[in-house]
C-alpha cells in the first residue's frame, strides 16, 4: 500500500469500544504500546476490524505533535508516545523532526523551526509524539 501518510505503523486491535456513531480502536504496536483511534463504526464494519485482526494506523506528520518528557503534564490528547529524536532536517521554516520509538519503528513530525529552538530538541534527546485519536487513520489489508 502506497500513501502519502508519513507514518505508518503496523499492529493487531486490542479493544473496540462501540459507540453510537463513533468506535474507539486501540491498537498495539509493539511493547505494549497503544495506539487510540476514532474511527466511525461504519468504517469498523466495512474493515472487518475485531480484536486480534491486524491493522495499519496511518498518521499525517502535520497531525503530529513534539513535546518534551514531563512527569506532570496532563493532555487530552490519547496518542503519547515517547521516544528519541533520532533526525532533525530543518527547512525554511518548517522542521522534519524523527522520533524513534523504544519498540521498534518511528513517528515523524513537521513542525516549525522556532518549535524545534524553543524545545531545545537535538538528536539522541528525549521526545514525545502526541496526535490525537481522531487524527489516526486505519487500513487493513483485503
Known amino acids: 500500500m502506497k500513501t502519502s501518510a508519513r507514518n505508518k505503523l503496523s ?24 495506539i ?18 491486524e491493522a495499519i494506523a ?6 503530529v505533535i513534539v513535546g518534551v518528557p514531563e512527569p506532570d503534564m496532563l493532555l487530552s490528547a490519547r496518542n503519547q508516545i515517547a521516544g ?3 533526525g532533525i ?5 518548517n522542521a522534519e523532526v524523527v522520533i524513534g520509538l523504544k519498540q521498534g519503528g518511528e513517528i515523524v513530525a513537521i513542525i516549525t523551526n522556532d ?6 530538541l537535538v ?10 485519536a481522531s487524527s489516526v487513520l486505519l487500513a487493513t489489508r483485503a
Do not use: C, M, P, Y
Not at 58 to 63: E, H, R
Open 58 to 63: 496511518l498518521i499525517k506528520a502535520s497531525s
Open 123 to 132: 538528536e539522541g534527546g528525549a521526545a514525545v509524539a502526541i496526535f490525537k
Open 36 to 53: 487510540v483511534a476514532t474511527i466511525t463504526s461504519d468504517s469498523t464494519q466495512r474493515l472487518g476490524l475485531a480484536v486480534g485482526k
Open 115 to 120: 518549535s524545534v529552538a524553543s524545545l531545545g
Open 84 to 86: 528519541t529524536v533520532s
Open 11 to 34: 499492529g493487531k486491535v486490542t479493544a473496540i469500544n462501540k459507540g453510537a456513531v463513533h468506535d474507539e480502536i486501540e491498537l498495539e504496536i509493539g511493547g505494549s504500546v497503544n
Open 89 to 93: 532536517k530543518i527547512g525554511a521554516v
